[in-house]
T-cell receptor, first 116, second 114 residues
Framework: DARVTQTPRHKVTEMGQEVTMRCQPI?????VFWYRQTMMQGLELLAY????????DSGMPKDRFSAEMPDATLATLKIQPSEPRDSAVYFC??????????????FGPGTRLTVT | AQSVTQLGSHVSVSEGALVLLRCNYS??????LFWYVQYPNQGLQLLLK??????LVKGINGFEAEFKKSETSFHLTKPSAHMSDAAEYFC????????????FGGGTRVLVKP
């Protein structure tokens, strides 16, 4: 049963520390998305990649956030330095474009980040 | 730009009653439309989707939704609520030219009363 995995599932850190979240997309998927979910803002798209190249990162605060895909099996989202307002659940999703009639994004379980 | 509006951030239904969750969208091109469900402390799971063809689509767990272009709506229904339907539901739209990038509504939390 193929699924998106994310690590860590939970992260508590102090303000100013670096945070790295990892995502393993479903094997064969060529598109990876990073979303952030908060009570106030709901689900927001931060960035997404196609064939490991960044297509859109306009939703991401550029001064402290960075997203990369070192290889096809790993996507990372890094926050440096972290701030309390970054506390949220971060979801990774993957999909296959052009679709084969699927067009679905498959979501990971999320990383719950708390910055104190 | 595309947007999604879900009417009602919270809905309470009795077990066995009809579940109706409303979703309206705006899109400059024919959209793909989705409903996702999120159970507590979990990721999002696809309930159903509309891409082309039949405008009434059936999904998992007895849910269905109808795409109405004239009303720019994609409302989600289930004839008889079950306790296990308690969750948060998200409507989302993807413009075909945007390569599967999703824009989500604000979500509707469903409470099922015994």
């Amino acid at each position: 049963d193929a699924r998106v995995t994310q690590t860590p599932r939970h992260k508590v850190t102090e303000m100013g520390q670096e945070v790295t979240m990892r995502c393993q997309p479903i094997l064969g998927h060529n598109t990876v998305f990073w979303y952030r979910q908060t009570m106030m803002q709901g689900l927001e798209l931060l960035a997404y990649f196609r064939n490991r190249a960044p297509l859109d990162d306009s939703g991401m605060p550029k001064d402290r956030f960075s997203a990369e895909m070192p290889d096809a099996t790993l996507a990372t989202l890094k926050i440096q330095p972290s701030e309390p307002r970054d506390s949220a659940v971060y979801f990774c999703a993957s999909g296959l474009v052009p679709g084969t009639g699927d067009y679905e994004q498959y979501f990971g379980p999320g990383t719950r980040l708390t910055v104190t | 730009a595309q947007s999604v509006t879900q009417l009602g951030s919270h809905v309470s239904v009795s077990e066995g009653a009809l579940v109706l969750l409303r979703c309206n969208y705006s899109s400059s091109v024919p959209p793909y439309l989705f409903w996702y469900v999120q159970y507590p402390n979990q990721g999002l799971q696809l309930l159903l989707k509309y891409t082309t063809g039949a405008t009434l689509v059936k999904g998992i767990n007895g849910f269905e939704a109808e795409f109405k272009k004239s009303e720019t709506s994609f409302h989600l229904t289930k004839p008889s609520a079950h306790m296990s339907d308690a969750a948060e539901y998200f409507c989302a739209v993807s413009e075909r030219a945007a390569g599967n990038k999703l824009t989500f509504g604000g979500g509707t939390r469903v409470l099922v009363k015994p």
